[in-house]
């Protein structure tokens, strides 16, 4: 199959056109994949949440079985290419999609504590083994454990 051309206003006076190449219709995996050239001049690259909405009213689907990644921009700038893939369901994207891909496009978690008190976590944990690591996380305020390891004592207290 051949790809699908759009022209997109970004601004006013700005414009984008999207080409798609290399169209394959993958029924293994359960989604199409094809290659993306995006034509910018006078603009920075289309954000990948763009991208994904813009793709998915070309082939008339939602925006999120719509994968973009690995884009490019060539020297010079006004032209980005990349790979998209549009998978049937959010199932079977779910089942094959990387989690480090899936995880791009989910809403970022917060850390929870502080960049100390993780330190100090991490470092409590090297004294311990087995079980009693699972434990430390857990926060169990004023709670003593006396821990026996290479003929060593140490005494921690939880957070």
């Known amino acids: 199959s051949s790809g699908i051309n759009a022209e997109w206003p970004l601004r006013p006076g700005d414009m984008a056109t999207i080409r798609t190449r290399k169209f394959i219709t993958n ?21 990948k949440e763009e991208l994904k909405e813009k793709l998915a009213t070309m082939y008339r689907t939602t925006a999120d079985v719509v994968m973009p990644f690995g884009f490019r921009t060539d020297f010079g700038g006004g032209r980005s290419t990349g790979f998209a893939l549009i998978y049937d369901n959010a199932d079977s994207m779910n089942k094959i999609e990387p989690t480090y891909r899936l995880a791009r496009f989910q ?27 699972t434990e430390l996380g857990s926060c169990k305020r004023n709670k003593a454990v006396v821990s026996t390891q290479s003929r060593r004592r140490y005494f921690f207290l939880f957070c």
């Open 107 to 133: 809403p970022k978690k917060d850390k929870a504590g502080g960049r100390r008190q993780r330190k100090e976590l991490k470092n409590r944990k090297k004294k311990v083994s087995g079980k009693k690591k």
């Open 27 to 47: 029924r293994i995996l359960n989604r199409r994949q094809m290659v993306v050239d995006i034509i910018h001049p006078g603009k920075a690259n289309l954000s």
